[in-house]
C-alpha cells in the first residue's frame, strides 16, 4: 500500500484544502500527517509545541510520516516542517511528491495571523520568509513535481495534480 500523491509545502500552500479536492476527485480518501498527531496526542499542535517543545513534536511527526506512507493508499498532505528530517525525506523516494509552491504574499493572506501554528505565533510574515527560505531547497529534493498554487483555486490545482498523476 502506498499514497496514490503526496503533497509537501509551506505552510499556506493549501496541503489540505488542495489534498482534500485532489482526493475527492480521485475518489480516493485525504489524509493529513498533522492531524494524525493531533489525535495521537489528543491535543492541538501548538500545544504539543508549549508543553513538550517542537523537537518532540518532530519526534511525533517522524512516527506519523512513516506510518501514514506504510498505511495510506490515498492522497497524504504531510505537515510543512516534515521535509526537516533526513529520514522523512529519504521515506519520500519513489512515492509520487507534488510540493505546493506558494509565494509569500499568497502564504501570509492564506495563513493570516498564524492562529494554531505555533512557529508563526510571533511575526507571521518574517516568519514564513524565514521558512519558505530554508524549506523550498528541501521541497524540491523530494518533489516528483511542483505545482504554483499562487492565486488559484484548489480544485483548479487539484486538476492540475491529477492530470500529472496520469502520465
Known amino acids: 500500500m502506498a499514497p496514490v500523491c503526496v503533497l509537501v509545502g509551506a505552510p499556506g500552500s493549501g496541503k489540505t484544502t488542495v489534498g482534500q479536492a485532489l482526493a475527492d476527485l480521485l475518489g480516493v480518501e485525504f489524509r493529513d500527517t498533522d492531524l494524525d498527531i493531533v489525535r495521537l496526542a489528543g491535543k492541538p499542535i501548538s500545544e504539543i509545541f508549549i508543553d513538550e517543545g517542537e523537537e518532540h513534536f518532530r519526534t511525533l511527526e ?3 510520516v512513516a506510518a501514514a506512507l506504510a498505511s ?6 504531510l505537515g510543512g516542517g516534515a521535509v526537516l528530517a533526513e529520514e522523512n525525506r529519504a521515506a519520500l523516494v519513489g512515492h ?28 507571521p510574515r518574517a516568519t514564513l520568509k524565514h521558512l519558505l527560505d530554508q524549506r523550498r531547497p528541501l521541497y524540491a529534493e523530494v518533489a516528483t513535481a511542483t505545482v504554483t498554487t499562487d492565486g488559484r483555486a484548489p480544485q483548479e490545482i487539484a486538476a492540475e495534480i491529477a492530470a500529472l498523476l496520469k502520465r
Open 96 to 123: 509520487p511528491v507534488v510540493h505546493l509552491s506558494v509565494e509569500l504574499s499568497d502564504a501570509v493572506r492564506r495563513v493570516g495571523l498564524g492562529a494554531g501554528r505555533p512557529l508563526l505565533a510571533l511575526n
Open 62 to 64: 517522524r512516527a506519523a
Open 72 to 77: 495510506c493508499d490515498g492522497v497524504l498532505a
